[in-house]
């Protein structure tokens, strides 16, 4: 059974407030903790699973975990699942130096929502992708890679530069969301 009201454990206050904006006109309820979760090596699939396991472990009830990637078609999808690790190394700054020694900027950012009714549950799996193209930064530095990030489907803007109503109707957020929805719909 799908739940009406979902529990979106993150640590990350950004991802948050879009998934709010986003969900405001499907009618779920959104509750929310931050716990920031121990994150597992190894494919999309397998992290969100085991990340949405620990949530519900942590919480004992009902969760939705969220992982996002960023992966290189040059670095044969990496660094995909630890993206954030470069990012905070490197800074949004320097995070197209990365590619400087490839012509193939191209890159895909993967949202892979996960939920479970609680502990020891089916977990399923929603995932949204938008393609686009690592580029200097451009933009407010505030959310993770958005300044980098230049989506194909956009106006030639990076995420950061773009409205986040614009953002939210094209990025990997969004596609993964409306996939949670038809779900949410269809079971209720
Ligand atoms: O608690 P959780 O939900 O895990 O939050 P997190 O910040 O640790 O997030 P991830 O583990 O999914 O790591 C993804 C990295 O990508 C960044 N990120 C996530 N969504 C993004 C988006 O839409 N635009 C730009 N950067 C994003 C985020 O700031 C992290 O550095
Ligand atoms: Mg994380």
Redesign the pocket.
Known sequence: MAPKELNFI???K??LA?VQAILSSTGVRLESRAV??P?IQGSIEEISRD?CKRAAEAVGGPVL??????CFNAWDELPGPY??HF??SLSAQKFHSLLAGFEDKSAQ?V?TFAYAEGPGKDVMIFQGRTEGKIVESRGSTD????SC?EPTEGKGQT?AEMPKNEKNAI???GKALAKLTEWLKAET
């Open positions: 993150t640590g990350n950004h991802k879009e920031d979760l994150e990340k975990v969220e992982d996002t990637c960023l993206v954030k990012l905070t950012a949202c959310f993770g890679w958005d990030f995420y990025s990997h957020r």
